[in-house]
């Protein structure tokens, strides 16, 4: 596997209370995603980052924010946590935005969020 | 917009028998169509991929066909296996990667 971490792997939360995810990568990739995982949807982007500081939204970025202050970090924040946020949320990466069988998105184990 | 449509939903095999998976996209602009395997609690790897300028591609007992035209294609996998047993995700993909669309996923089971 990909030096890909995600810390928690599992979190149980309330309504209303700040969570943030944290992915971590050892390999240097310029790329990061969050994306959300979903019975019947697949995985869905919420945001991606292209840099450090370079951040942008993905398709179901509403109620959620991110940041990337170092190449190795990214983190996914949400601000105010609503039961509909529950999900199973992948951090990914990839070395350049042209995927292809030699620049694949490799993605993290995966942290499954509980929001009571 | 864009989405990619997977079918079907569940997929039951004896083993030994052949599996077929099929995807329609509907960006015109897709060219790269990655195929993720995900066994239970576990994340998507990616297992065969194909780009628009080919039309099938093949690894061991899995392979890719796609029709362009008609904005479809299919992961085939023959003589499964119990340890075929997983969802399966395809995908579309354009210039950038963060223009990646996955379909709701295949869950396939290999009886034994």
């Known amino acids: 596997d990909a030096g890909i971490t995600q810390s928690p792997r599992h979190k149980v939360t309330e309504t209303g209370t700040p969570v943030t995810l944290r992915c971590h990568q050892t390999e240097n990739h310029r790329y990061m995603y969050w994306y959300r995982q979903d019975p019947g949807h697949g995985l869905r982007l919420i945001h991606y980052?292209?840099?450090?500081?370079?951040?942008d939204k993905g398709e179901v970025s509403d109620g959620y924010s991110v940041s990337r202050s170092k190449t190795e970090d990214f983190l996914l924040t949400l601000e105010s946590a609503t039961s509909s946020q529950t999900s199973v949320y992948f951090c990914a990466i990839s070395e350049s935005l042209r995927l292809s069988s030699y620049n694949e998105q490799f993605f993290g184990p995966g942290t499954r969020l509980t929001v009571l | 917009g864009e989405n990619v449509e997977q079918h079907p939903s569940t997929l039951s095999v004896q083993e030994g028998d052949s599996a077929v998976i099929k995807c329609t996209y509907s960006d015109s602009a897709s060219n790269y169509f990655p195929w993720y395997k995900q066994e239970l609690g576990k994340r998507p790897q990616l297992i065969i991929d194909?780009?628009?300028?080919?039309g099938e591609k093949k690894d061991q007992r899995i392979a890719v066909t796609l029709n362009k035209t008609a904005k479809h294609f299919s992961l085939h996998i023959t003589e499964t296996q119990p340890e075929d047993s997983a969802v399966y995700f395809c995908?579309?993909?354009?210039?950038?990667?963060?223009?990646?669309?996955f379909g709701a996923g295949t869950r396939l089971f290999v009886k034994a």
């Open positions: 995908a579309a993909s354009g210039t950038g990667g963060f223009k990646t669309i």
């Open positions: 980052s292209y840099g450090v500081k370079d951040t």
């Open positions: 194909i780009r628009s300028n080919v």
